[in-house]
């Protein structure tokens, strides 16, 4: 379930920025697939209509323009098993991972005022992907802080 709600998500962003691009000799196995996940998404959407079931998505605080990835980071999220949809949400819905006190508050002023964006997370131990929104917000990068 758990891996369908990822693939869902991974779509869904697609959907909403229609800008997602992915890198087709790095791109996950997963996107093979989209057209069942399409499939399985509308009966999940019919269910949810013909039922009580609903849920609430966090509403994004800024664009993201094209969705950018290094094949490092791309490498260090697969072999952990994660996917990068679930740190892009996280990252647009204002979540900003692991910054300190004083980064949080340049990303809430960055936010208002057009400025870059960045999130830092925690992928295992020491490894962290850092994700950048350029002030322009033309694009967000997925990198690996050595990339920098």
């Known amino acids: 379930m758990k891996l ?3 693939m869902v998500l991974a779509w869904a962003i697609g959907c909403m ?3 997602v691009i992915i ?3 790095r791109a996950h196995p997963v996107f093979a697939i989209m057209p069942a996940v399409v499939a399985v998404l509308g ?3 019919h269910l949810l209509q013909s039922s009580k079931i609903s849920f609430k998505m966090k509403e994004r605080k800024f664009s ?3 969705v ?3 094949p490092g980071s791309l490498d260090l999220l697969h072999e952990h098993g994660l996917y990068a949809a679930s740190f892009i949400d996280r990252h647009a819905t204002g979540d900003w991972g692991d910054l300190p006190p004083e980064d949080v508050r340049e990303n809430e002023y960055a936010v208002d005022y057009d400025e870059r964006v960045l999130s830092s997370y925690v992928v ?3 490894r962290k ?3 950048i929104t350029e002030a322009d917000r033309s694009a967000t990068t997925i990198l690996l802080p050595e990339e920098y």
């Open 64 to 66: 993201l323009g094209h």
């Open 124 to 126: 295992s131990g020491d």
């Open 43 to 45: 009966i999940l959407m």
């Open 68 to 70: 950018v990835a290094t």
């Open 129 to 131: 992907i850092w994700i």
């Open 4 to 6: 369908l709600a990822q």
């Open 23 to 25: 890198n087709a000799t």
């Open 17 to 19: 920025t229609g800008e």
